[in-house]
């Protein structure tokens, strides 16, 4: 049995982190197990503020709003169809990207007139922290508000006139003014932004969220974005940008430990509690090797070799002291990655088995799951995939890269064009 959600009530945001908590039961290695959703979230909110881990490419934030224009200039188009028909008309868009030969990152191309979620529910809190959208509700209070703004939109136009006599529109767009609307946008479309394109979205970044690192990047094209894997790698940066990004290097860092010693324990629990002839017995004892090692490199690779700067940070209390600008409902999750934070640091060598770290992690996942920790439900441990959230957190830096490498080509084909 299927079912749909209703974005009515929800807020951008809220829509935003539900669709990316669903994408998260399908992704193992990204699920939030212990609960520390809320920092990274925050983390990511104040780098790449409106970028998701579900967006793809750049020019979906004017696919949108040239499809949702047109719809609006059809008087036939309701609020009882717009719905629908944006639907079908980004459906189209499924085709009219096949057909300019894309593939990569086209939203909808297996599933097609069957997609539960269109680049719309995905691109919305984008569209409206740029500025690009101007109505400030939900998807869904859009569409119910299309009637009464098409009404006033008309009775401005018939009675309002300018100091010569002709119809002045006054009413407020939904929408900043945008590049012209390809002809064949529903027929062959392509991701290439074209100059005039690449440079709106390029100013609605930079003068909506300034002091983002996104606009920091947008303002240094010099800075080589395929070679930086994290965030705090990015070169040049200075002030309070330097230390939210240098903050969050190492939070993921370091909390990655974390994850991995939790896969660990459970993979143990889960060899120890089954049958000696089990198939799966086997299997965990695998588990448990490989996750061992893992933790050894990881304290190996990225700790110890940091461990001088790592303490500093610690006893410095600027991560403390961040978190709640950045994430004000992080109270719990910050407690657990301070007291993690201060045990991991002592001896990451021996951290596996650390009795005080084991303690931390079992706490900590019970008092985010409660009932379905899978440290107390046989039926959670038994569905436990082999290894939950155990990659680091790149606060959708992946996302935001192939957002600034499609503005930054459609910006150089001006300069070569000129």
């Known amino acids: 049995m299927t079912?749909?959600?209703?974005?009515?009530?929800?807020?951008?945001?809220?829509?935003?982190?539900?669709?990316?908590?669903?994408?998260?039961?399908?992704?193992?290695?990204?699920?939030?197990?212990?609960?520390?959703g809320t920092i990274r979230d925050g983390f990511a909110d104040y780098l790449f503020p409106g970028v998701s881990t579900l967006q793809t490419r750049a020019r979906y934030l004017l696919f949108i709003p040239w499809i949702f224009r047109q719809l609006e200039d059809d008087r036939q188009v309701s609020s009882a169809v717009i719905g629908r028909l944006s639907r079908d008309r980004q459906a189209d868009l499924v085709d009219a990207l096949e057909n300019g030969?894309?593939?990569?990152?086209?939203?909808?191309?297996?599933?097609?007139?069957?997609l539960r979620r269109p680049p719309a529910d995905i691109y919305w809190g984008a569209l409206g922290q740029y500025g690009i959208r101007r109505y400030p509700g939900s998807l869904?209070?859009?569409?119910?508000?299309?009637?009464?703004?098409?009404?006033?939109?008309?009775?401005?136009?018939?009675?309002?006139?300018?100091?010569?006599?002709?119809?002045?529109?006054v009413s407020e767009p939904n929408w900043h003014a945008l590049p012209n609307r390809p002809s064949d946008l529903l027929t062959e479309a392509t991701f290439a932004l074209s100059s005039e394109e690449a440079r709106f979205l390029g100013e609605r970044i930079l003068l909506s969220c300034p002091g983002s690192l996104l606009a920091y990047c947008l303002r240094n094209r010099d800075v080589t974005l395929q070679?930086?894997?994290?965030?705090?790698?990015?070169?040049?940066?200075?002030?309070?940008?330097?230390?939210?990004?240098?903050?969050?290097?190492?939070?993921?860092?370091?909390?990655?430990?974390?994850?991995?010693?939790?896969?660990?324990m459970l993979a143990e629990q889960r060899?120890?509690?089954?049958?000696?002839?089990?198939?799966?017995?086997?299997?965990?004892?695998?588990?448990?090797?490989?996750?061992?090692?893992?933790?050894g490199e990881w304290a190996a690779l990225e700790i110890s070799p940091r461990l001088g700067e790592l303490r500093t940070w610690l006893s410095?209390?600027?991560?403390?002291?961040?978190?709640?600008?950045?994430?004000?409902?992080s109270g719990q999750a910050?407690?657990?990655?301070?007291?993690?934070?201060?045990?991991?640091?002592?001896d990451p060598s021996v951290l596996a088995d650390n009795p005080a770290a084991r303690a931390a992690v079992s706490h900590r996942e019970r008092r985010v799951k409660r009932l379905r920790s899978r440290f107390a439900n046989a039926t959670a441990l038994a569905n436990w995939s082999g290894g939950s959230g155990t990659g680091?957190?790149?606060?959708?830096?992946?996302?935001?890269?192939l957002l600034l490498t499609d503005i930054a080509a459609g910006i150089a084909q001006e300069r070569v064009g000129g």
């Open 316 to 329: 410095s209390g600027t991560f403390r002291a961040m978190v709640p600008m950045i994430a004000s409902r």
């Open 3 to 36: 079912s749909d959600f209703s974005w009515l009530d929800y807020s951008a945001r809220d829509q935003r982190l539900m669709l990316e908590l669903i994408d998260q039961i399908r992704e193992p290695g990204t699920l939030d197990e212990l609960g520390l």
């Open 334 to 346: 910050a407690d657990f990655a301070n007291d993690w934070i201060s045990i991991a640091l002592v």
């Open 227 to 264: 070679a930086i894997e994290r965030p705090a790698d990015i070169p040049g940066l200075d002030g309070e940008l330097a230390s939210v990004a240098r903050e969050s290097g190492n939070f993921a860092r370091v909390l990655r430990g974390a994850m991995l010693l939790y896969n660990l």
């Open 140 to 169: 869904g209070a859009y569409f119910a508000w299309i009637d009464r703004w098409r009404e006033g939109h008309v009775r401005f136009r018939q009675t309002r006139r300018g100091d010569g006599g002709e119809l002045v529109d």
């Open 101 to 114: 030969n894309e593939s990569e990152g086209v939203i909808g191309i297996s599933a097609r007139r069957r």
């Open 271 to 295: 060899h120890e509690d089954a049958d000696p002839n089990a198939a799966s017995r086997a299997q965990d004892a695998d588990r448990i090797e490989r996750f061992r090692a893992r933790l």
């Open 392 to 401: 680091e957190m790149t606060y959708r830096w992946t996302n935001a890269r």
